[in-house]
Nanobody, 121 residues
Framework: QVQLVESGGGLVQAGGSLRLSCAVS????????MAWYRQAPGKQRELVAE???????????NYADSVKGRFTISKDNSKNTVSLQMNSLKSEDTAVYYC???????????WGQGTQVTVSS
């Protein structure tokens, strides 16, 4: 069974940075893609960034337009983690951020419990 545990959320001033981490228990190599979603109060959950393995050591990333150039998603197979580096944070980035993963071999979809990010203006 795969479990995803997020960490790194908190309160930051606008213009600041935070780094979110998602620790994976289980086989990270079987998870593809992995992603970060967020949900702000009163809004639907939305995709923030996705990382997909396309070849043995190559990945493809995809970002929401609202975070392009500010956020970077990365995956460390040796540490079983997926991270989201968030720079130049804005008040509209305030949300609960969720780690997400798919396991195609077992048609599995997994969510973390979420971590709160609050950006003060």
């Amino acid at each position: 069974q795969v479990q995803l545990v997020e960490s790194g959320g908190g309160l930051v001033q606008a213009g600041g940075s935070l780094r979110l981490s998602c620790a994976v228990s289980g086989d990270i190599f079987g998870l593809n893609p992995m992603a970060w979603y967020r949900q702000a109060p009163g809004k639907q959950r939305e995709l923030v960034a996705e990382i997909r393995s396309v070849w043995a050591n190559s990945v493809r990333t995809n970002y929401a337009d609202s975070v392009k150039g500010r956020f970077t998603i990365s995956k460390d197979n040796s540490k079983n983690t997926v991270s989201l580096q968030m720079n130049s944070l804005k008040s509209e980035d305030t949300a609960v951020y969720y780690c997400y993963a798919e396991a195609p071999s077992v048609a599995g979809r997994y969510w973390g419990q979420g971590t709160q990010v609050t950006v003060s203006s």
